[in-house]
Nanobody, 124 residues
Framework: QGQLAESGGGLVQAGGSLRLSCVAS??????????MGWFRQAPGKEREFVAA????????HYADSVKGRFTISRDNAEKTVYLQLSSLTPEDTAIYYC???????????????WGRGTQVTVSS
């Protein structure tokens, strides 16, 4: 069973930054074969797409709400995907999840493995 484990969340003031990490293990040891995505879910809201990255890392996609503020990257040797969060606002408060799938998609249905999430809280 493949596993994804997120870390790096926490409490930060508006305007601050965080870097989230997601490490793969289990059958996801062929990390390079998976596209990776980050999603988030705020209280009372549906899970929404944040960013995705292709297997090689050459192609990235972002939600309009985070474009220019967040950066997704990956290190296939370390089986890790990162999400750099900058210029944070209280509206970014959510549980952030990483996911592995066949394509770098904005659709949750394209991802087969999900982490348990890491909480990001932005205070005003």
């Amino acid at each position: 069973q493949g596993q994804l484990a997120e870390s790096g969340g926490g409490l930060v003031q508006a305007g601050g930054s965080l870097r989230l990490s997601c490490v793969a293990s289990g059958h996801l040891f062929r990390f390079y074969a998976f596209a990776m995505g980050w999603f988030r879910q705020a209280p009372g809201k549906e899970r929404e797409f944040v960013a995705a990255i292709s297997r090689s890392g050459d192609n990235t996609h972002y939600a309009d709400s985070v474009k220019g503020r967040f950066t997704i990257s990956r290190d296939n040797a370390e089986k890790t995907v990162y999400l750099q969060l900058s210029s944070l606002t209280p509206e970014d408060t959510a549980i952030y999840y990483c996911a592995a799938g066949g394509v770098a998609s904005s659709q949750p249905r394209h991802y087969t493995n999900w982490g348990r999430g890491t909480q990001v809280t932005v205070s005003s």
